[in-house]
């Protein structure tokens, strides 16, 4: 069975704070594939990263990076001096296989930054 | 703009009826899904084609299906509407025919079709 947890259901933060986000997955393929997506209010869904599971190397762009661990199953997604137009919810999402199958969406994590 | 297109953007309609949203995958996307986005479950896969062919199914109720036409381009039919229904629907595409492999791939997500039953 293939499944991921975003524990984190609101998180509130000042901007400018850092704010990690938290994914977990759960999979019994050795090859499957990793994303975030950003849901603003507009509604729309916008693809972040996707990370394959040979690739454990960690990602920065610009102020947001991912840190991957197997070891955990976890893909937890760091967003440094937050704005606060990163006020959304943040999807993580799993793809289980190396064909272009579903995508399984975790529950969301809704994400405020105050002024 | 991730190349997916939806449409409607919005749709009222009463309980009962039945309903055709389409979707027209990214230019050489093979794969088109279909989601259902609602308050209480968030996001909900509920079918995907490949080249025209069903690949997977989630989990769709059996008063919807869908069917994706040789030109790519995808809808979803709802019918006999309920309440319940109400929810955000979206299309996302991927795999550009050639990919070595295809799961290496993000899927892009159209704007989505808000449906209102009544």
């Known amino acids: 069975a293939q499944k991921v947890t975003q524990a984190q259901t609101e998180i509130s933060v000042v901007e400018k704070e850092d704010v990690t986000l938290d994914c977990v997955y759960e999979t019994r393929d050795t090859t499957y594939y990793l994303f975030w997506y950003k849901q603003p209010p507009s509604g729309e869904l916008v693809f972040l990263i996707r990370?394959?599971?040979?690739?454990?190397q960690n990602e920065i762009s610009g102020r947001y990076s991912w840190n991957f661990q197997k070891s955990t199953s976890s893909f937890n997604f760091t967003i440094t001096a937050s704005q606060v137009v990163d006020s959304a919810v943040y999807f993580c999402a799993l793809r289980a296989g190396n064909r272009d199958d579903k995508i399984i969406f975790g529950k969301g994590t809704r994400l405020h930054i105050l002024p | 703009d991730s190349g997916v297109t939806q449409t409607p953007k919005h749709l009222i309609t009463a309980t009962g009826q039945r309903v055709t949203l389409r979707c027209s995958p990214r230019s050489g996307d093979l794969s088109v899904y279909w989601y259902q986005q609602s308050l209480d479950q968030g996001l909900q896969f509920l079918i995907q084609?490949?080249?025209?062919?069903?690949?997977a199914k989630g989990n769709i109720l059996e008063r919807f299906s869908a069917q994706q036409f040789p030109d790519l381009h995808s809808e979803l039919n709802l019918s006999s509407l309920e309440l319940g229904d109400s929810a955000l629907y979206f299309c996302?595409?991927?795999?550009?025919?050639?990919?070595?492999?295809?799961?290496?791939?993000?899927?892009?997500f159209g704007q989505g079709t808000r449906l209102t039953v009544v």
């Open positions: 996302a595409s991927s795999a550009v025919a050639g990919s070595v492999s295809y799961g290496n791939t993000e899927a892009f």
């Open positions: 990370r394959n599971s040979f690739d454990e």
């Open positions: 084609y490949y080249n025209g062919e069903e690949r």
